[in-house]
Structures are given as structure tokens and as C-alpha cells.
């Protein structure tokens, strides 16, 4: 076929026509197999699909890493019948895979995409999050690999309620992003009836274009009108929206616009009426048109880093040791950062001035901001994104979506717990340890002193997966050498000797608390031992099952965190299983707190060197 | 002062500049006072805010909660010193309390406003929400009480990048919400510098426009302009934004306009210095205007609710019992529903069609759900709202911020789990329990039967806080009889005897996997009790406790959930601090799920029969 500057011969009409019809007869053949899926979500972007396939995307489906190859990702995921009837017209999978293997156990080829299939970048099925991840990759493309790939979000229309689909689109045309382009596809249906503004494309393109963005709107069926957007998404300069009217189910009239029939396997009686319909079973093959070969995305070796260095008894506080820290590891080109419009408060903005070009400004707005990370994730960077710990919450569901996606993110979360003080309880994260040790595969680190944070912050850059990190508002003094290592997994032991009775767990800033609490006891005859869990997740086991026996199995956690799901879980639920299990008194923040001085609010809330001690007398006496 | 409908005096206007200045003086006195708070973001908004308090609320300060009253949400929390300085010039509190109690421990002036102060309605301070739950509030007005009330959020520039706020807006414009003005107090500056579009208030226009709203731009210091707009917003019959170009810190001329002073209090001498400049201290109090007497809401005292019954041993779904104990609830008029789009899967929609108009349709938006929930709790209303459990991940902020509001909502999530099969991880729920259990004050259930799930939905009714209940996707024969009780925090024993060896745990769906481990283990020879601890929180910790003391302190595990803070945790964080501590078996869901059956994937995730009493074999044999 010839290349996609030219407008389409009618021998090149004929070949999309076949094309289409099969990649709609596919989607059919293999939901109706498979007994559930979503073909008539599939059938209206179709057309679309195959002329991008034939004529437009750049993708060497032998080299899936090939730093040229263009992106594209299907936001709404529930067309896996498209994506993956695809994948067999680019031939990189077999008829035989796509029909009999879909939605079944152990199959690649699973009810939504992931990246457990070469070809695809991320996991999608949770709406609205495809498309912003791709802003991220377009974000890398133009600011960091400075590549000429080009970066495609195929979304339903109902994901375009979603506010994160104009947080993306916000931060596309921000940043210039002409290397980007989404194709809306309005087939008028949604899961429960008709969406909000049904075939109404032009409310699409009025927000489109107020969010910065060139709006095209098409008949989504015409090839000629699909061919010619989507050269015109490629040649634009600005980030491109192509708003195509389409018709669910398109291809078989039967069911084409019928209400009804979303997320429906056709069953085997209607699927062979469509098949017949669409012309039959075919095996065409695309040579999809190869990139340049290119050079690699240019993230260098790691150059040398050397970590900023704190004198133990000078306060300081972790976020900026973390600020500190990512400048050092800036020395790294793969390292980049984003934040959430609060770098002054997280100490993102060090690093910000001193690599202005790999520091990426997200606004308020971190669905976005962790949609970023993914995407530089995506092109094989080292993203740390950062905000209040308290409001990654706004970003739950990427981060969530983003361990299925295996994404290797770091997050960092500044002012945790009642220690921020004044600013009251909005912008205390106080459930933020539960929800990130519950995300599947995640590393959670809380650092206490300067030191810590800086290394950990270092090993950070190295972790796979989601990695988060709280850090604290207030300074305080730095309890470890420069050259204490902080290995993930371990934890220190500040305080013990043979005649320990109970010992003290804390981590972040109740790490202090434990430490005061300790001398208190001290003063009353009872021995602690005192232990900093600065790796949350995973847990030393180890050390934990060491300070039980030693102390005949009294602990007591402190955190600064509500009582569920935290550090006491994480000491729980490590040692659940031992024959012998150590009796845990627990100091967590249980009710609502207020504003107050971070003293005033850690005694209000139990969580204060006495609390720790009374409870460690408590458990001591208990015997 | 004359009515809002006139035009100003120079007897109003003087006024109103002398309102202004107080507002701007107070918010400095109390912020330099307590040593923080915002005091230049407060004084961009005091012009609007004077001219609002003065013309245009329609406000009884001594009846709060009288049905006619307008509300006003900051959704741009941090100016809390301009909102509790309009509460002292209304006369609801004191110069003193202001002055002297902000921030402070133990004040209700808290450093962001929430509802410990009778006029606030919601908990603000996590940016983009205080204005879409100013729709929600505004839909209970409209097609609810019916009043004639009106709602205002006033909204920092910089939270407009959140995606919530066009989520908020688009739900506005398609409810025709005539009754809404946000106003957006655009000055330019955010925390750490220029917002993304600094005073470029036509972008603001057209994207507002374009979510279907009226837009009016204006000078939001020039009186006259603000008092024009806020009565066109009164008057329109479209939600209206006013976009209001003010300057950030105005009135006081070293620090108008100027980078670095975003929440930062001003030092003592430079506040005299403002003061000064602003005329000095001032007492003025506002007469606002108090809307008709009106009647109240119209909640009527609950009808007659009869719950669905089921059949013990019937298939049905937990789901649909939800969806048919709703349609019951619906003869409570205080009852309303609300869905992401997926009502037709978490059976919602059987209350849509009963009770259309008390059924909120929000889209695929899920922040807007939660929202939408809140706002109808302001007004007194007993909101569920419902989508896919995963999906609440979505909104986990929006449920962070709604327990600080001391919200009242449930929320009901279907879908969860490995159970759901072959849709795959994206669509499954496996760290719900963990973040919902985090959540302060929350309440958890998780129900394995349509009985038991049809009685926990009439109880959440009449729950506070923020309740959830997680719901299967999948048919299991019904458990228990019609008449069985299942008070929140209880559990029920199924299966139990006087020589039980070993105590299996489950909830929902793994209630029938333990039934089935213990046929399997009584096979053997091995005597199991079976728990099924529908009330993950709170716990029924005597149940444990006596299951733990009957059973020679074994105790299984198994929840289709990643391992990490779920019901384990639950079970463990209730035993943690006795002096008999039962052993732990735990069998979760600990690798990335893929497609497959329920079956299949509950054998994969090892949470199936087989792996329970496998697991029941070794702690029994382990003795």
C-alpha cells in the first residue's frame, strides 16, 4: 500500500474495506468463543483501527522495543478484540491464538490488554487512564528521547466523562505535545444506555479545542475521512483529537446502534450470521510501515552519584533529603521528576532547577502526575513523582492499574500523619501506608532521619514496581551516620541489650517518639529495645521475630497513621504464622484530628513518647 | 443595604470597601496571629466575598441548618481566613475567637474549614472537591427539596487543573443546574509560582462554555462587577462560573501580585504595616439576608421498608440482592441512588426505574459519584451510590475527604475480587478492604449470601459515616433464612462443634470455599468451624476470640484479596493485643491475577477449597 501521504487508490479502499471487515469478523469470532468480551465496542473502531494499521502507525512488530516504533494504546481497553484481531493482522499473533486462547486461563490474551502481550504498553480497563499515560509517553518523546514516534490513545466516548481525560488533554496542549494524538471513538452507546451527549460530536469538539487541542471530526466509517485525520493528527502542530462518529456493532445489521449489546459475546447462531455478513472468515496480513531504525532512547549509563551527607544532631527534614537526593541522582540521565504543582513543599523544585529539562510540572493534578510517571516509565526512564502524601489518594486507581501494568514508578509522598500540624486534617495522609502496601507488588519506605531518606532515596531508583516513600514536614535530628546503609527489606535496631523487655516500633517520625519513650522507661527501670521499620513493605521478618523472642513478646507499634492496615499490620501480619507470636500494644491515630502543633496533635492522638511508654509499662506489668 | 437586584449605592459601595478591607485585615490578623495560614489567597477573594456576604447570600447564621439557606463551599480551603472572617462580620463568631483561636488546638477555626463549624457544610483543603460536592448539593436542591436555595463554590485558579472540577461542571450543565455558581477567583499565582495560565481568564471562558455553563467574566475587585455577576448567577438559568481576574495579596501593595507569599502568614511587623494600609481594624457586621422560612426538606418519616427474601439454597447474586433490597429501601423518601454508569451491573438500575427521580445517573466519573453522595448527605439525604468496587479507587480522595466531612454515604462495590473471572485484574477489586478499612470511621462489610446482603443494605441505611459493602459478581446459593439478623459487627458461625481442631475465615465469596474445606477436612477426620465474618469492620472480636480458645488457637484465613491489610489484618489487628494470641493461616491473593474463571483463578490465587484446608492440614498437623 502506498505510504500515508497519498490519498487512498480504490485498490488501497478495497484491501481497508477487507481489512476492517476482519478485524470486525475476528472480534466476534473470538468473544463469541471465549463467551464473553466486547465485540460491538470493537466493531465501531474498526475502520479506524485499519487504516491506522495499513497506513498510518509506525511499528516493527519483530522489535517491539525499537526506540522508533510509535504507541498506541487502547484506553478503552474493553476493545481487546480489536486490539488483538490487530495483532493477527499485523502477524504477530496466530488465528489460533486470537480465537482460542482469548479470556481463557493462562492465556496472553486476556479480557482487558496488559503488558503480558509485547505490543502493549499498559494495562488498560479502567477508563480514562490510557489516554493520560499516553500524554506521558508523548511527554518523553518530544522532551526526553526527542524520537519522531508518534503517540496513539484510542477511547470510548463514556471514558470522556472522566475528568483525568481533560487533566491530559490540558497537559498536552501545555506542553506543545504535537507528537500526540486521541481518536474519540462515538459509537453513542455505553454500558447502561446512551452516553451523555450521544452522536452529539461537536460538544467534543468545542471542549477539545478550549482544552488546547486541534479537533478533527470525522464520519468514522469513511476510510477517506479516517485516512486523511489521521496524516493530518500526524502533521499537525499541536496534540490532535480526531472525534469519529461511529455506530456500535457496525457491520452487522442486526445489532448495529442497538441498545443492549455492550460487553455481550454474540452467541454462536448471531456470530455466524454476522460473519457471513462481514464476507467471511479472512486471513489478511498488513506490513505495517517500519520506523527508521534510530538510536536507542538516549538514556546514557548511569554517571556517578554521590549522595548529600548529614551530620548526626542537625535537624533536617526528609523531604529535603529526598530534594537533596533526587538532585544527586540527576547525575543519572535516566532519573526524571514530576510533581503536583507543590515542589516547594516536596523539594522536587531542587531538582527542578538544576535539570529543568527532565523535570516535568504537572499542576494540580495527580491523576496526571501518576500518569506521567507511567508513561516515562513506558520509555524506560526512572520517574519520581511527588506530592502530598495525602494526595496521591486522587490517584489510587492509576496506581493501582499501574502494578498491573508493571509499571516501575516512584512515589513520594511529603507531609504524612498529625505531624504536618497547623494545616488540619485535609492534608494529613493518614490512611496512605494501607492503601500502598495493599497495591500488588509495591515497596513502601518510611525514613526517619535525613540519612535514611537520601539512601533510600538512591535504592528507590533501582526498585521495579511501585515504590512509595513518606517522607515528613518538621526536621529533626539525623540519628545515622552518612554511611549507614538502609538495605529495603531491613530495618535498624537504635536501641537493645541482653535484658530487653519490651521493644519499640516505630518508623518516620515516631521513630523519635520511641526513642524519648525508651529513656522514660529507662528512668523506670524497664529496658527497650527500640526499632525504626523503615521499610514497611517488605518487612524485616527477621528483626521483628528477634525482638519478640528477646523480649519475651511484648511490642509496641507507634504510628502515625490510622490504626488499619499500616505498620502494626505489617508487623501482624508478618509474624502471623509463627509458632510463638508477640503481644502487640498498639499507638495509632484513632480519632479525627484537628490543627494544633505537631506535639499538641501527636499527644492528642496516643502517638507521643508517653503513650508509647504507658503502653509499654502496660505490657510489661501485664505479666 | 438595598436589595441584590438594585444597583449600588456610593453608600453601598462605601460599605462594601470598608467590608472588603475588614475581611482582608482580619484574615491577616488571625494568620500572623497563629504563625501560618494563607492570608494573600484569602485577600484576592475579599471583594467577591464582601459583595456576596452583604448582597446576595441568603443566610440565617442562627439557623444553620434552616431548609432555605444558601450554601457557600471554599472550595479553595486554604482561605480560611477569609471564610472565618466573613463568619465574624456575619456575627457568628467573635473578633475574639478569630483572632486568637486559629489553627490553635482545640478551635473549631481549624487551618482548613470543616463541619465542626455549624457553617460549614463539607471538609475542605483537598483541592477540586469542594466544588463538585457543590453540585451535589445543588442536585438535592433542584430535584429533591425543591427549595429555592442557592449553592456557591469559590474556587482557586490552580484547582481548576484538577479533572474533578470538569467532572463537576459537565454533571452541572447536563442536570441544568440553575441553582449552581462556582466562581473562580483567578490571581494568578499558585504555591510555587505562576498557575499554568496565569490571568488568561478567556481560557477559563471557553472551557467553561464549553462544559455547557455560563461564563462571566469579570474584574473581581471591581464592586460593581462582582455585584452584576452574582446576580446574573442568581438569576440564569444555566449553572453560571464566574471567572474573576483578581490579584493575589491586593490591598496590601509590598506583596500584591508578588511570587513566594502563597500560605505563608505575614511576620508581625509587615502585618501592622497592612493593616495600616487597609484602615486598620474594623468591626463591621453584616445584616445578610435570610431567606424565606420555607419548609423543610422533604424528608417524610420512613415508609413501611419489606426486604427481599431469597430461598436458602437458590442461586442469587449479592449484587442483585442490593439492587432488590434497594428498590425496597426506595419507600424510605430519604432514600436516592446514584451510578458510575455500570448500573445494569451493580443492579442500581432496579431502583432507577422505580424511583427515577431519586436516581442520579453521574456517568463514568467516578469522583463526581462520590461527590454527588456527599452533597446529597449535606442536605440530609441517605445517598448510595454504586459502581464496580475497583472503580472506588478512583474517588479514594473524594472518601478520605468525605470522613473528615463527617459525611453520611454508602457506597456499594460489585465486581470484586479474582471472582469476577475472565475481565481480569483491572476490573478487580483486591485492595478495597485495605483502603476502606483506613478510612476513619468507616464501616466494612462484606456479605456472602442475598440475605445477608439484602439485610446489611437496609442497615447501612441507618449507618453514619462512610459504609461500604462489597458485593459479588457471581450467583452462590443462598446461606441463611430470610428472618436471619446480621447486625453490623457480628459474624456468623456456620459450622461449629465441641471438638473443632482448626477455625476457617472467610467473607463472601471464600465463606463457600471454607464450607467446602470443611467437607474436605471432616472427610479426613479433621473438625473445622467455619466463620463467616460478614463485618470485616467493625469486628466481631468475640467470635474471633472464642474461635481462637476453641481451637487450640488455629485460625485459616481466606480472602479473595491481596494479602495486605484486608480481613486478615482485620482478624489480627482484633487478637493483636490479647494474651492468647491465635495462629494464622492466610490464604490471599498474592501474585498479578490474569483471565480465567472464577474457578480457575481462585485456585490460581490459592484461595479456593483445596488451599484452605491444605491450610487447615498443616496448622493442625503442626502441633
Chains 1, 2 share one sequence.
Not at 478484540?81 to 479470556?103: N, Q, S, W
Not at 514516534?149 to 481533560?166: P, Q, R, T
Not at 516547594?344 to 491523576?367: C, G, K, L, V
Not at 520517574?383 to 501494568?405: E, K, Q
Request: overall charge negative; proline content about 5%; charged content about 20%.
Amino acid at each position: 500500500m502506498a505510504t500515508a501521504t497519498t490519498s487512498l487508490t480504490t485498490q488501497d479502499t478495497e484491501f481497508l474495506r477487507g481489512l476492517a471487515a476482519q478485524l470486525r469478523v475476528d472480534a466476534i469470532r473470538c468473544s463469541t468463543e471465549a463467551g464473553s468480551g466486547h465485540p460491538t465496542s470493537s466493531m465501531s473502531a474498526a475502520d479506524i483501527v485499519a487504516v491506522l494499521l495499513a497506513r498510518h502507525l509506525e511499528y516493527d512488530w519483530g522489535h517491539p522495543k525499537a526506540p522508533n516504533n510509535d504507541h498506541l494504546i487502547y484506553s478503552k481497553g474493553h476493545a481487546s478484540p480489536l486490539c488483538y484481531a490487530m495483532f493477527k493482522a499485523a502477524g504477530a499473533i496466530t488465528d489460533d491464538e486470537l480465537v482460542h486462547t482469548y479470556r481463557r486461563f493462562g492465556s496472553r490474551l486476556q479480557g482487558h490488554p496488559t503488558p503480558a502481550i509485547p505490543w502493549v504498553d499498559v494495562a488498560t480497563g479502567s477508563l480514562g487512564q490510557g489516554m493520560p499515560i499516553a500524554v506521558g509517553v508523548a511527554l518523553a518523546g518530544k522532551y526526553l528521547d526527542k524520537l519522531p514516534y508518534h503517540v496513539w490513545a484510542l477511547c470510548g466516548d463514556s471514558e470522556v466523562a472522566e475528568g483525568s481525560i481533560w487533566e491530559g488533554l490540558d497537559r498536552a496542549a501545555h506542553y506543545g505535545l504535537s507528537n500526540f494524538t486521541a481518536i474519540f471513538d462515538v459509537n453513542r452507546l455505553g454500558q447502561r444506555g446512551e452516553t451523555e451527549f450521544g452522536w452529539d460530536v461537536d460538544v467534543y469538539r468545542r471542549r477539545v479545542e478550549a482544552f488546547g487541542a486541534q479537533a478533527l471530526v470525522i464520519d468514522g466509517h469513511d476510510l477517506e475521512q479516517v485516512d486523511r485525520a489521521l496524516s493530518a493528527a500526524r502533521a499537525g502542530a499541536q496534540p490532535t483529537v480526531i472525534v469519529a462518529r461511529t455506530v456500535k456493532g457496525k457491520g452487522f445489521g442486526e445489532i448495529e446502534d442497538h441498545e443492549g449489546w455492550h460487553g455481550k459475546a454474540l452467541p454462536p447462531d448471531m456470530a455466524e450470521r454476522a460473519v457471513a455478513e462481514l464476507g467471511g472468515v479472512r486471513h489478511l496480513t498488513v506490513e505495517t510501515r517500519k520506523p527508521e531504525p534510530g538510536a536507542p532512547a538516549k538514556i546514557a549509563a548511569p554517571g556517578t552519584v554521590t549522595l548529600p551527607r548529614y551530620e548526626k544532631g542537625d535537624r533536617v527534614a526528609t523531604r529535603k533529603a529526598y530534594g537533596d537526593a533526587l538532585v544527586a541522582l540527576g547525575r543519572r540521565p535516566d532519573v526524571v521528576a514530576m510533581d503536583g504543582e507543590v515542589s516547594n513543599s516536596t523539594h522536587a523544585d531542587e531538582f527542578a532547577r538544576q535539570y529543568p529539562d527532565r523535570f516535568f510540572e504537572m499542576f494540580i493534578a495527580e491523576q496526571q502526575l501518576v500518569a506521567t510517571a507511567v508513561g516515562m516509565s513506558v520509555r524506560g526512564y526512572t520517574p519520581f513523582a511527588s506530592t502530598f502524601a495525602a494526595f496521591f489518594t486522587r490517584a489510587y486507581d492509576f496506581i493501582r492499574m499501574a502494578a498491573i501494568s508493571r509499571a516501575n514508578i516512584r512515589l513520594v509522598g511529603s507531609h504524612a500523619g498529625v505531624e504536618i500540624g497547623q494545616d488540619g486534617p485535609s492534608q494529613m495522609a493518614l490512611e496512605d501506608l494501607a492503601a500502598f502496601r495493599a497495591i500488588h507488588g509495591s515497596t513502601v519506605l518510611y525514613p526517619s532521619d535525613a540519612n535514611s531518606a537520601a539512601r533510600l532515596t538512591a535504592e528507590m531508583a533501582d526498585l521495579e514496581g511501585i515504590v512509595f516513600m513518606r517522607t515528613t514536614r518538621g526536621a529533626y535530628p539525623v540519628l545515622y551516620g552518612p554511611e549507614e546503609e538502609f538495605p529495603v527489606g531491613g530495618a535498624k535496631v537504635l536501641r537493645s541489650s541482653e535484658s530487653d523487655q519490651v521493644a519499640l516500633i516505630g518508623a518516620g517520625v515516631t521513630v523519635y517518639e520511641c526513642l524519648k519513650a525508651a529513656d522514660e522507661l529507662a528512668g523506670q527501670g524497664v529496658t527497650a529495645r527500640v526499632i525504626d521499620l523503615y521499610s514497611v513493605k517488605p518487612v524485616d521478618v527477621e528483626t521483628l521475630r528477634e525482638a519478640g523472642r528477646a523480649t519475651g513478646g511484648r511490642l509496641v507499634v507507634a504510628e502515625d497513621h490510622y490504626p488499619e492496615g499500616g505498620l502494626a499490620a505489617a508487623v501482624l501480619e508478618a509474624l502471623a504464622g509463627d509458632e510463638t507470636r508477640p503481644r502487640l500494644a498498639h499507638c495509632a491515630v484513632r480519632g479525627l484530628p484537628t490543627s494544633g502543633t505537631p506535639q499538641e496533635l501527636m499527644d492528642a492522638a496516643g502517638i507521643s513518647a508517653a503513650h508509647v511508654a504507658a503502653a509499654a509499662r502496660q505490657l510489661v506489668k501485664g505479666d
